[in-house]
């Protein structure tokens, strides 16, 4: 979400140019479906081109979903 919005890119615009639905998309980016794998790559490189045009925003994504590491030495 924040890639698409640094981006300036709107649900329908992105959705659209994946070939989907609105309301599937939006699924994709709430984590409640999986995209198929057809629209998993195409998104796979729509995501890969954003973090690299807005690194900061990309960095900033991977550190927010990053999971803590609860083993102990």
Same mark, same amino acid.
């Given at each position: 979400? $924040?890639?698409? $919005? &640094?981006?300036?890119?709107?649900? =329908? =615009? @992105? &959705?659209?140019?994946?070939? *989907?639905? $609105? *309301?599937?998309?939006?699924?994709? =980016?709430?984590?409640? *479906? *999986?995209?198929?794998?057809?629209?998993?790559?195409?998104?796979?490189?729509?995501?890969?081109?954003?973090?690299?045009?807005?690194? =900061? @925003?990309?960095?900033?994504?991977? @550190? @927010?979903?990053?999971?803590?590491?609860?083993?102990?030495?």
């Amino acid at each position: 979400m $924040r890639l698409r $919005r &640094a981006d300036g890119l709107t649900q =329908e =615009e @992105v &959705a659209r140019a994946l070939g *989907v639905s $609105r *309301v599937a998309f939006l699924r994709w =980016e709430n984590g409640q *479906v *999986v995209p198929r794998a057809q629209h998993l790559a195409a998104y796979s490189r729509l995501l890969t081109g954003l973090a690299a045009k807005h690194p =900061e @925003v990309g960095q900033e994504a991977d @550190v @927010v979903s990053s999971p803590r590491s609860t083993s102990s030495p």
